[in-house]
């Protein structure tokens, strides 16, 4: 595999770093999505740097990047576009909307009523929107990161289970450290490091980083250990609502670009047991019970995790 110099992923960690300080892992975690062709929520209190983390990486790939501001008066065909008749060719023409990029910030994306929330679902799962009957491809990579405020639920609306379901992980920053906080007072003191951030990736490489995160070897056992994993959230004795088999897809394509991450072109227990609070934690549906006994989904998975066997012989095909 590639030296650490030649580590796509890494690169765009670092790069990210002149932005974002001591949350490496995070960042880590935001490259293995894109990596994956997946999307991240990201739920934090505000002021933690959520917009400038989804910032940092679209300028670090030179992707084009768009922000959506999601308030109650966004509508559907303000993102997925709308047709207007043209006059002078007698036609209807295609006016594309703000989910024409190839990353999108949808901030705040839990203060827009269920019905714009819902034009979201066929961008993220098939790449592609649909308007009037026509259907337009969205250009490639496509990534969706959403934030959202877990403390203010006045003017809200809480995502269905169906749209995050099609969010790849679900990360959230933390405060800084004290140390950490100094560093950014000083790193923000005369401008902000955004404006002079500079990309080191381009839309080819990461297009073909994607395909070569298909192309990792996830043995036989490793596959059986993912579902295992996901299977065991649906008994689970705190769960109503366990994870589907696109959790299984999810976990099983993050592990691969894992896998790329550290240098290797097949995939270990590890990279699996690494993710999957942050892949399946937030597709579950808690018993009442577990709201309770203050159970969270991190809780849930961290018992799966104890309590599904890890395969014990791996070899790389």
């Known amino acids: 595999m590639n030296s650490n110099e030649d580590n796509l992923m890494k690169k765009i960690v670092n790069n990210m770093s002149k932005v974002i300080v001591g949350k490496d892992h995070a960042s880590k975690l935001m490259v293995i999505a894109l990596a994956s062709a997946g ?114 639920y006045m003017g809200t609306y809480p995502l269905p289970e169906a749209q995050l379901d099609r969010f790849l992980m679900k990360l959230s920053i933390g405060y800084p450290s004290k ?4 560093d950014i007072l000083f790193r923000f003191q005369n401008q902000n490091p955004l404006h002079t951030l500079e990309p080191i990736a381009t839309v080819d490489e990461i297009n073909a980083l994607q395909e070569k995160v298909r192309n990792v070897t996830v043995d036989d056992s490793l596959a059986a250990y993912i579902v295992e994993l996901v299977s065991a959230t649906r008994r689970h004795e705190y769960v109503t609502l366990g994870c589907s088999p696109r959790a299984s897809i999810s976990l099983f394509r ?58 014990v012989k791996q070899k790389a095909k």
Do not use: C, W
Request: proline share 6%; aromatic share 8%.
């Open 39 to 152: 999307h991240v929520l990201l739920e934090d209190v505000p002021g933690i740097g959520k917009t400038t983390m989804a910032y940092a990486m679209a300028k670090s790939v030179n992707l084009s990047f768009n922000r959506i501001q999601f308030t109650p008066d966004v509508l559907p065909s303000d993102i997925t576009g709308f047709t207007m008749y043209n006059q002078k060719t007698n036609e209807f023409e295609y006016r594309s909307g703000n989910v024409m990029s190839n990353v999108i910030l949808a901030d705040e994306i839990n203060r827009t009523s269920p019905k714009t929330q819902a034009s979201m679902l066929e961008a993220m799962e098939e790449k592609q929107v649909t308007v009037d009957g026509n259907t337009y491809p969205l250009p490639k990579p496509f990534m969706v990161i959403a934030t959202q405020n877990p403390v203010e």
């Open 179 to 182: 140390a950490e906080e100094i």
């Open 254 to 311: 993050a592990a691969q670009a894992s896998a790329i991450y550290e240098d290797r072109d097949y995939v270990i227990p590890d990279d699996i047991k690494d993710l999957a609070v942050y892949v399946l934690s937030h597709r579950l549906q808690l018993k009442q019970e577990a709201i309770i006994k203050k159970i969270s989904n991190e809780n849930v998975i961290y018992d799966v995790l104890k309590k599904v066997n890890v395969p």
